[in-house]
């Protein structure tokens, strides 16, 4: 059985550590700045995007940061700021708050973050891919080796998924991801103070990235 291109990416995945779809929209991401500031910097549709979220969310504005980087971050967020300046010099008092209110509206995103639309339609893309093809056997074994996913992408992909082969493989799976790692936080606990082996010792920094909330 063929894997899609999204399922294909999920099972190299699976050989890294932490969540297969959190290790793909984070590489999916990286790929989308690069483009964007290396080759699509002078795209005017995916400018007029830009312009209208007035740039970056906080989280995504700190990944820009690149070799090479600096003249597409320049131009792109130098494009940003003239219209902001421009919202600014067409502004009018209008007297007590509703001025300042309407300038403070007019400065507003009007549209989202593009690269956390990007992120979102890749995490929506390779949870459908895994509710779909999780039975597939390549894709089903190297799933079992894996870290298992996040809390929030087992929510994601269970709520993709209407056939009762991957509910019960996907919770049987985080089950047992789940209650190892639960162990290795209890010996950690136990003998914080005592030397740990690799598993136990960063099970603190593991939980975090699992059980972690994405707003």
């Not at 090479?68 to 008092?93: K, N």
């Not at 400065?107 to 895994?130: D, F, H, I, S, T």
């Not at 994601?156 to 789940?178: C, H, N």
Request: proline content about 3%; some cysteine.
């Amino acid at each position: 059985m063929a894997l899609s291109g999204e399922a294909y990416r999920l099972w190299e995945a699976c050989a890294e550590p932490g969540c297969p779809i959190c290790t793909r929209v984070r590489l999916d991401v990286a790929r989308y700045l690069d483009r964007l500031l290396y080759e699509n910097v002078n795209d005017t549709h995916i400018r007029a995007k830009i312009r209208e979220a007035r740039g970056f969310c906080n989280r995504h504005a700190y990944l820009l940061s690149r070799p090479g980087g600096s003249l597409g971050i320049a131009v792109i967020y130098r494009d940003v700021l003239e219209r902001v300046l421009r919202t600014l010099d067409e502004a009018r008092w209008r007297g007590g708050e509703i001025g300042s209110k309407a300038l403070s509206d007019a400065l507003a995103p009007k549209q989202a973050c593009p690269v956390c639309v990007r992120e979102a339609e890749a995490e929506m893309a390779y949870a459908r891919a895994l509710a779909e093809e999780l039975d597939a056997p390549s894709l089903l074994e190297a799933f079992k080796e894996s870290d298992g996913l996040c809390l929030r992408h087992f929510r994601t992909t269970l709520g993709m998924s209407s056939k009762r082969e991957v509910f019960e493989v996907l919770s049987d799976m985080q089950r047992t991801i789940w209650n190892r790692l639960s162990m290795e936080l209890a010996e950690f606990i136990q003998q914080a103070d005592s030397d740990l082996t690799s598993s136990e010792g960063d099970s603190w920094q593991r939980i975090v990235t699992r059980l972690r909330r994405v707003v």
